[in-house]
C-alpha cells in the first residue's frame, strides 16, 4: 500500500533558525495535506498541495509539491516557540499520514 | 476549535473488555474518518464513513467497527480489547469524501490494562 515517510522523526531549533521537514512518498500523490499536531492537541488543517511543483506560503511557512508529485517540504523561516509541535504530512485521498516530524524550539 | 466533538475524553478498560467511542462531526459534514494514534506516531487510518455507510477501511481486525448516523455522528466500536489498542482515537469529518480538509476532533485517549 502507499506509504508515506518523513524525515527528520525530530529536531530541536534554536529560536529564530530555520526547519525543514520532508515528506515523500512510495507513489504519485494526488495531494498532499499537511497538518500540526500541538503536544497533547489533535492535528490541525494548515494546508493542502494539488498542482505538480506547486509552493504556498502562509507568513513564515512555506510548502512545496514536487514536480513528480511523490515529494513534499514544509519550511519554517526564523522559528518561534509557538512552531513547538509535529508536524505530518498526509495523502488525503488515500487517508494515509506520515509518522511526523517533532520540532522543538529552544527559546 | 474545529466544532468536532468526542467523547469521552478520557478511559480506561481491561484486556477483553468491549469499548465504544462517540464523534459529534461539524455542522454539515457528511464524511467521518477515524483514526489510531499511538504514542509518537502518525495517525493510522481505521476507517471512513459517508452518509451511512463504510467508504473505505485500513489495515485493522474486523473487531474494530463503526457506524454513522442520519445526522452524520458516528461511533467506533471495538470488541475484544488488546493491550496494544491503547492509543489516542480521533475521529475527523469533511464535507467530501476524499478532497476536502479534514476537521479533527480532540480524540479519546484509551488505556487498556
Known amino acids: 500500500g502507499q506509504q508515506v515517510m518523513q524525515i527528520p522523526q525530530y529536531q530541536h531549533v534554536q529560536e529564530g533558525e530555520d526547519f525543514t521537514t520532508y515528506c515523500n512518498s512510495s507513489?504519485?500523490?494526488?495531494?498532499i495535506q499537511w497538518y500540526k499536531q500541538r503536544p497533547g492537541g489533535h492535528p490541525v488543517f494548515l494546508i493542502q498541495?494539488?498542482?505538480?511543483?506547486e509552493v504556498k506560503k502562509q507568513k513564515r511557512l512555506t510548502f512545496q509539491f514536487g514536480e513528480a508529485k511523490k515529494n513534499s517540504s514544509l519550511h519554517i523561516t526564523a522559528t518561534q516557540t509557538t512552531d513547538v509541535g509535529t508536524y505530518f504530512c498526509?495523502?488525503?485521498?488515500?487517508?494515509?499520514f506520515g509518522s511526523g516530524t517533532r520540532l522543538q524550539v529552544q527559546p | 476549535e474545529t466544532g468536532v466533538t468526542q467523547s469521552p475524553t478520557h478511559l480506561i478498560k481491561t484486556r477483553g473488555q468491549q469499548v465504544t467511542l462517540r464523534c459529534s462531526s461539524q455542522?454539515?459534514?457528511?464524511?467521518v474518518s477515524w483514526y489510531q494514534q499511538a504514542l509518537g506516531q502518525g495517525p493510522q487510518f481505521i476507517f471512513q464513513?459517508?452518509?451511512?455507510?463504510?467508504?473505505g477501511r485500513g489495515n485493522f481486525p474486523p473487531r474494530f467497527s463503526g457506524l454513522q448516523f442520519p445526522n452524520y455522528s458516528s461511533e467506533l466500536n471495538v470488541n475484544a480489547l488488546e493491550l496494544d489498542d491503547s492509543a489516542l482515537y480521533l475521529c475527523?469529518?469533511?464535507?467530501?469524501?476524499?478532497?476536502?480538509?479534514?476537521?479533527f476532533g480532540p480524540g479519546t485517549r484509551l488505556t487498556v490494562l
Open positions: 475527523a469529518s469533511s464535507l467530501q469524501k476524499s478532497t476536502d480538509t479534514q476537521y
Open positions: 507513489t504519485t500523490l494526488s495531494n
Open positions: 498541495l494539488v498542482k505538480s511543483g
Open positions: 498526509g495523502s488525503r485521498r488515500a487517508l494515509t
Open positions: 455542522s454539515g459534514h457528511n464524511t
Open positions: 464513513y459517508y452518509r451511512e455507510e463504510e467508504n
